[in-house]
C-alpha cells in the first residue's frame, strides 16, 4: 500500500484480505460504497472491490475502456439490459458501456480495467442454475464463467476435499463466495480474497466445503 490511489498495487505480493473487516468508503455516487481490495489509478483505476448498493442508488451510463466483470453477492442488480440477481456472474468487454442501479440494494465482487482484445462480447451467467463438470479430484466441481480468453472459474468444494500442489503460472486470485477455502498458509472464510503472484505455490483443500471465484494467469504485469 503505498497512497489513497495505489492499494495492494505490487502483484509481486501476497495479499489476504477479508473484506468484511474493511469500513465502506463512500464513493462519488450517493448511495453507493466501496471496499477497495487493489487499486491502481485514480477514480479511473484498474481495481478490485466489493461495491454496495444502497436500495434506489444508480450510476450513470458509463463505457468501460478495459473491461469490467461482476459477481453479484447479494441483492438484485440492475441495467439498462436487465436484473441480476445474487448468483449472477458477468462480463462487460472493453468499449462496452451501461446504466447500474439497484432498486433493492445489492452487493458485488467487481473487476475493472483488466480486460483486453480477446473479450469482445458481453457474457452473463446465472450461476444458480449453470451446470457443474468433475474437476480434477473428487469432491471439487467447476463452473467456466468467461470464456473468452483467460476465463474466470466459480469452484465448488465438497467437504473434506484435498487438491494436489501446484504452481500458479501469472498468478491466481481467489475470492472465497461462500464456506471456508484453506491451504498450508491459512485458513479463509467467506469474504476472502486471495492473490497470489505469478510462479507462487500452494496446496489447497476445504475441510468444511466451500465456493471460490478463481482468476489465474492475469498478473504477470500491471
Known amino acids: ?17 477479508n473484506h468484511n473487516d474493511l469500513d465502506w468508503v463512500a464513493s462519488p455516487q450517493a448511495g453507493i460504497e466501496r471496499r477497495m481490495l487493489d487499486r491502481i ?31 453479484v453477492l447479494e441483492g438484485v442488480f440492475s441495467d439498462e439490459n436487465g ?23 445489492c452487493v ?21 442454475t449453470a451446470d457443474w463438470f468433475q474437476g480434477m479430484v473428487p469432491g471439487l466441481t467447476v463452473m467456466p464463467l468467461m470464456r473468452q480468453g483467460a476465463g474466470s472459474t466459480l469452484v465448488r468444494w465438497a467437504p473434506k476435499t484435498y487438491f494436489n500442489p501446484h504452481r500458479h503460472f501469472g498468478g491466481e486470485e481467489i475470492f472465497v463466495v461462500d464456506g471456508v477455502f484453506e491451504d498450508e498458509h491459512g485458513r479463509y472464510p467467506t469474504g476472502s480474497w486471495i492473490r497470489s503472484p505469478h510462479m507462487s505455490m500452494h496446496q489447497p483443500f476445504s475441510k468444511e466445503g466451500c465456493t471460490i471465484f478463481v482468476k489465474t494467469g492475469h498478473l504477470l504485469d500491471h
Do not use: C
Open 41 to 71: 489509478g485514480d477514480e479511473v483505476a484498474k481495481a478490485t472491490t466489493i461495491v454496495r448498493y444502497r436500495p434506489g442508488s444508480s450510476f450513470e451510463s458509463h463505457k468501460h475502456e478495459f473491461g469490467e466483470e461482476i459477481l
Open 1 to 17: 500500500m503505498t497512497n489513497s490511489m495505489n492499494l495492494n498495487a505490487d502483484y509481486t505480493q501476497r495479499v489476504v484480505i
Open 83 to 105: 436484473d441480476y440477481p445474487a448468483g449472477t456472474y458477468m462480463m462487460n468487454p472493453p468499449g462496452s458501456s451501461h446504466a447500474p442501479r439497484s432498486e433493492s440494494g
Open 108 to 128: 458485488l465482487f467487481v473487476k475493472l480495467r483488466h480486460l483486453g482484445a480477446e473479450q469482445q462480447h458481453r457474457e452473463v451467467i446465472d450461476t444458480r
